[in-house]
């Protein structure tokens, strides 16, 4: 079934996601049948000594052994990723941490947000940068922090702020943070293991010692093919996933906030004005971040572009959309006059 | 054997698609209320404001009794009201009369100058915006769940689980809108 509002919007790109996610332990597996091709092919791994089909069928049977072996060396790195990530994080963007006392309005928008969800507030970070940008890091209760550059804060209105703030807050609910970061993990793997088969290639490409197996060459084209498909699909996959929780984020805050149009308006002033820098996993946490080239950029982008996010939130949220944003004062403003009380 | 197996096997698929179905339906049904009780919410503030501005708006307009008594028992109609369809009238009604009283205070400089009015009129106008913004994601919600029920296969049992119907809209008056259909607003110079 299509979605047809915000809610079901939401469920059908969780559905994505679990999908997504579910690949990626059968790229890995797929890519360990790879490199066993090719490692028999170059005559390291015994083959049948018959046809092509049994030396193809002899390497499916040692998966048995080697899926394991390949679980633990994952569940070691994972340990170590995962823990690590935080404190990466936490180096690379020079964030400072606000309080309530130097920022109330800001930090009241987070706490009526949390407080609505039954969430303990994260820390509230302020990175004095004009990009227009946000995000949220975090594995668990205690840890989660969202961020915000100094030019969000001044550029956007009360009501928009509180609509990128539920985006990021619901990353935070829907443990974004985690599923990025095991989804980074396991492209690092695969990406580490495609590297370590060309790098392979590379050196016994001289060494002629295939003495034994007549299938070497369509053995270690196949293998290559493995490779290199499990290689890309791991990479597309990843941001694939991105983009559906970009999707879920903005409906979220749509959720929490009542508001489409602070929601589209907020894109509008972001759009063309997020470039912030950041490593690979960091950027993907982002409000917003497109790619600075161009060509196959659809596939290879954290996020959606803005315009289809705006259109979703269209379809699904019954929002309004503004049109691009030029820097005028007033933008938006037509629809959220909630500037003249002050929310105390 | 194999005839018992296929058996089997769509029996459980129909049973989770029933489930799934009837799960989703419980889930929508469940926001819609909740999003009515963000509307709630909104209400009973504007409520809470009236009686404060009638006494305002008396120190000032002494000739609008009528006006006044109209706003008065709005309310008291929108306190009392229980059921959706009763509040979506009250309040509608109470619009009206709210609408009307901003008309005739237009006649009265000192009102409008009082501080106490601009204060009370710029916090019922916030408030009129967020019962739009709740009204809109309500009547949102509620589209959701009845395209949802209405679906294929959903509609088949929807309607042995309590959802026999649609939810109703959150209309701004059907009232207004007949008279507006009947006599379209003119401009008179």
């Not at chain 1, 975090?138 to 969202?146: A, M, R, V």
């Not at chain 1, 659809?298 to 379809?315: C, E, N, T, V, Y």
């Not at chain 2, 916090?123 to 949102?140: G, Q, Y």
């Amino acid at each position: 079934m299509g979605a047809v509002g915000l809610q079901t919007h939401i469920w059908a790109n969780n559905t994505r996601s679990v999908i997504l996610l579910v690949t990626f332990p059968i790229l890995l597996i797929g890519i360990i049948y790879g490199i066993q091709l090719i490692l028999m092919g170059l005559g390291v791994l015994p083959g049948s000594g018959k046809a092509l089909g049994d030396d193809m069928a002899l390497a499916a049977s040692w998966l048995g052994a080697t899926i394991p072996l390949a679980l633990v060396v994952a569940a070691v790195w994972f340990a170590i990723a995962y823990f690590g990530s935080q404190t990466m994080v936490d180096m690379l963007t020079g964030a400072r941490k606000v309080e309530r006392r130097t920022e109330p309005e800001l930090y009241n928008l987070l706490e009526n947000l949390s407080i609505s969800r039954g969430l303990r507030t994260p820390t509230l970070r302020v990175i004095d940068n004009d990009s227009l940008n946000a995000f949220a890091t975090g594995l668990h209760e205690g840890q989660y922090s969202i961020t915000v550059t100094r030019g969000l804060v001044q550029s956007l209105t009360r009501d928009e702020l509180e609509a990128v703030l539920a985006h990021e807050l619901t990353h935070v609910i829907n443990k974004d943070v985690r599923t990025m970061v095991i989804a980074s993990i396991f492209a690092g793997i695969i990406s580490v293991l495609a590297e370590l088969v060309f790098r392979a290639l590379l050196y016994s490409g001289g060494g002629r010692r295939r003495e034994d197996n007549k299938n070497a060459m369509p053995l270690i084209l196949i293998g290559i093919a493995f490779a290199v498909v499990g290689f890309v699909l791991a990479i597309v996959i990843r941001m694939m996933l991105s983009r559906t929780r970009e999707y879920v984020a903005d409906a979220g805050a749509v959720e929490l906030t009542k508001n489409p149009d602070a929601m589209i308006s907020a894109l509008r002033k972001v759009e063309g004005r997020s470039s912030l820098k950041g490593p690979d996993e960091l950027q993907q946490l982002f409000l917003d971040n497109q790619p600075d080239g161009v060509g196959l950029e659809g596939m290879f982008a954290s996020h959606p572009p803005i315009q289809k996010r705006i259109d979703a939130l269209i379809r699904f949220g019954g929002g309004r959309d503004p049109g691009p944003w030029t820097g005028e004062e007033a933008f938006g403003s037509s629809f959220s006059a909630s500037t003249s009380v002050p929310i105390t | 054997m194999i005839t018992w197996i296929i058996i089997g096997v769509v029996v459980l698929v129909l049973l989770f698609v029933v489930v799934g179905g009837y799960n989703k339906l419980v889930a929508l049904d469940q926001r819609a209320d909740q999003s009515f009780a963000d509307i709630d919410v909104q209400l009973k503030q504007r409520q809470d404001l009236i009686p404060n501005l009638v006494e305002t708006v008396k120190g000032y307009a002494t000739h609008e009794r009528g006006t006044l008594d109209a706003v008065t028992q709005a309310r008291a109609a929108a306190a009392g009201a229980t059921s959706v369809n009763d509040k979506v009238q009250a309040e509608n009604m109470l619009t009206g009369a709210l609408g009307r009283l901003f008309a005739v205070s237009e006649a009265y400089p000192d009102l409008k100058a009082n501080t106490n009015f601009q204060q009370l009129s710029a916090e019922l106008s916030d408030i009129e915006n967020k019962l739009a913004a709740a009204r809109r994601f309500f009547n949102n919600a509620v589209g959701e769940f009845n395209a949802v029920r209405r679906q294929f296969p959903t509609v088949l049992f929807a309607g042995l689980f309590g959802f026999a119907s649609d939810k109703p809209f959150f209309d701004v008056g059907e009232g207004d809108r007949a008279a507006m259909n009947a006599a379209p607003p003119q401009v008179k110079f």
